[in-house]
């Protein structure tokens, strides 16, 4: 098993940054790939950015490429996701995922392994 707890989610203003951390507990994490998933108000849920653990390939959505980096902390088990330029549109509990195979997915049924979610406003 992996338990996967997120944090650093709030409320920011349009153009702003936050910075999202996952620490992934349990298992070894080395083979697996880890991500974000998004779901705003009224939306679906929808894959934001993934990293496979060995080797640091990753994979962003287009609607965040180029505002959104993910990097890992392979000591830590951790993954962060930076998120700059922020817009009102970016509002959503964002999920971290785990996928145990190392896939690279871009499907939330892809992604065995799920946190609790933490917000993200952004808001004026």
């Known amino acids: 098993q992996v338990q996967l707890i997120e944090s650093g989610g709030g409320l920011v203003q349009p153009g702003g940054s936050l910075r999202l951390s996952c620490a992934a507990s349990g298992r070894t994490v080395s083979y697996y790939t880890m991500g974000w998933f998004r779901q705003g108000p009224g939306k679906e849920r929808e894959f934001v950015a993934a990293v496979r653990w060995s080797g640091g390939m990753t994979s962003y959505a287009d609607s965040v490429k180029g505002r959104f980096t993910l990097s890992r902390d392979n000591a830590k088990k951790t993954v962060y996701l930076q998120m700059n330029s922020l817009q009102p549109e970016d509002t959503a509990v964002y999920y971290c995922?785990?996928?145990?195979?190392?896939?690279?997915?871009?499907?939330?049924?892809?992604?065995?392994?799920w946190g609790q979610g933490t917000q993200v406003t952004v808001s004026s």
């Open positions: 995922v785990a996928d145990s195979l190392g896939n690279m997915g871009t499907n939330s049924y892809e992604y065995d392994y």
